[in-house]
């Protein structure tokens, strides 16, 4: 049996511009996903998420159908897609299989689908013996996610192969690790899950409409990250709040905040942390402030206090691996 674990992942700088080929900085949480790989008999894939154990279904995939399927199945769309992308490099599968995946019941919007993704592929190579490096396990493993989800930078698909923080442009033609030795963090969840997609199609549309002011807010939020990948290196963590709560402007400006958003923002720049800024597409999701220690416990919480759940995960964790 293979078992393979990959990391979540915290947005730091750079949402949405990244989608246009602009750069971001990620770190990889040790908020991890595991995926599960057993030989079976039968000349079938067997699939099996936390999702289908709670319906008390099995998804089933003919081998002859893995490299048709072009209808994915909600639950298991990223595995199924993960197997397509497989047999699209390596050819068909042959022997029969039966894949579990597992991770943590709530998943705060930060990356599942990617660290599902990822450790699918990675199980399947080394269960066939494959050598791969970790720049092919990214391009198959991105080629599943934009057949999923159609739009998509890869920054998180690149977080959960490679692990620690790292510094993405240009949809993963530059991928450089970011040595931090420690995060003066605080992580918490607005309470509101959101869809991705539906707010990368938002700022599409307002891009459009507005494209010459978005490009330039685009340009400022590269400026940004730009400056924070200094900043994090060198830990001058005060700058780097400082560029959180820029950045948070600029992604007001292009219109994904929301008042679950603000107020644990808002209370936590209130109550001494350097900055604070939302993570991911916007709408909800995962917020982070930078503070310090003599203020960690007010910034905590006074976030809590605005009904966001503080979450205790550690940040720059590993990338895909075998356990
Ligand atoms: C979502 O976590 C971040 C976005 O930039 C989407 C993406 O990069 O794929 C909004």
């Known amino acids: 049996m293979i078992r393979v674990s990959a990391p979540g992942k915290l ?20 908020h991890r996903y595991v995926v599960e790989l057993k030989e079976i008999r039968n000349e079938k894939i067997v699939i099996e998420t936390p999702e289908s154990r709670l319906v008390k279904i099995l998804y ?3 081998l002859s159908q893995v490299l048709n399927n072009t209808k994915y199945e909600r639950p298991i769309s990223f595995v199924q897609a993960a197997l397509k992308s497989f ?8 022997k029969g299989l039966r ?3 597992n991770g943590p019941i709530a998943s705060y ?12 592929i990675y199980a399947l190579v080394n269960a066939f013996g494959i050598n791969c490096s970790k720049r092919e396990i990214f391009d198959l493993s991105y080629r599943a996610v934009i057949d999923v989800q159609g739009e998509s930078s890869g920054f998180d698909v690149a977080s959960a192969v490679f692990g620690g923080t790292i510094y993405y442009k240009n949809h993963g033609k530059i991928i450089e690790n970011v040595q931090i030795s420690s995060m003066p963090i605080v992580l918490a969840f607005t309470g509101n899950k959101v869809s991705t997609i539906s707010y990368i199609q938002y700022v599409s549309a307002l891009k459009n409409r507005q494209r010459h002011i978005i490009n330039g807010v685009f340009d400022l939020i590269d400026q940004v990250v730009y400056q924070a990948k200094i900043n994090i290196v060198e830990q001058n963590w005060w700058v780097v709040g400082e560029l959180a709560n820029i950045c948070q402007g600029l992604l007001d400006s292009i219109g994904v905040n929301t008042m679950q958003i603000l107020a644990p923002v808002y209370a936590a720049r209130e109550n001494g942390a350097w900055g604070a800024k939302l993570s991911g597409a916007g709408g909800g999701d995962c917020i982070f402030a930078i503070v310090d220690k003599p203020h960690r416990h007010q910034v905590e919480n006074a976030i809590k206090k605005t009904g966001a759940e503080i979450l205790a995960i550690n940040v720059d964790a590993d990338g895909v691996k075998l356990i």
């Open 11 to 30: 947005m730091l700088f750079g949402e949405h511009s990244v989608v246009y080929g602009g750069s971001c900085i990620v770190t990889s949480l040790d």
């Open 99 to 101: 894949i579990s995946t």
């Open 109 to 120: 919007g930060l990356g599942s689908s990617s660290a599902i993704t990822v450790a699918t």
């Open 87 to 94: 047999c699209l490099q390596y050819g068909p599968i042959k």
């Open 60 to 62: 089933e995939i003919k």
